[in-house]
């Protein structure tokens, strides 16, 4: 079974960051993709950025290009969201997710909120 636990939510300042870790257990990080998908209050769900830890592929969404960086420990099995220039607008709970990466091109390069395992959420509070 699948496990994701996510972990180093909390409150920031605006401008300031913080490193989100997802710990995964039942599963080897190359063959999964993992992305991470965040949901503020009264918004949709919002994919924020993707990885293939098999060759350390990066995508993000043009909302936290440039300031979000998504990384893998593959012995560890666990993934990484270093956020920097946090604004009020990056509130969310941030969630990790994971889905099997496909033989013909990364897991990627399709809808990371339709991914198929999730973690429980952690909250990211920044405040302006």
């Known amino acids: 079974e699948v496990q994701l636990v996510e972990s180093g939510g909390g409150l920031v300042q605006a401008g300031g960051s913080l490193r989100l870790s997802c710990a995964a257990s039942?599963?080897?990080?190359?063959?999964?993709?993992i992305a991470w998908i965040r949901q503020g209050p009264g918004k949709e769900r919002e994919g924020v950025s993707c990885?293939?830890?098999?060759?350390?592929?990066?995508y993000y969404a043009d909302s936290v290009n440039g300031r979000f960086t998504t990384s893998s420990d593959n012995a560890k099995n666990t993934v990484f969201l270093e956020m920097k220039g946090l604004k009020p607008d990056d509130t969310a709970i941030y969630y990790c997710v994971a889905d099997p990466e496909r033989s013909s091109r990364s897991s990627c390069r399709y809808i990371w909120t339709d991914f198929g395992s999730w973690g429980q959420g952690t909250q990211v509070t920044v405040s302006s």
């Open positions: 990885i293939s830890p098999s060759d350390g592929s990066t």
């Open positions: 039942g599963l080897t990080l190359g063959d999964f993709a």
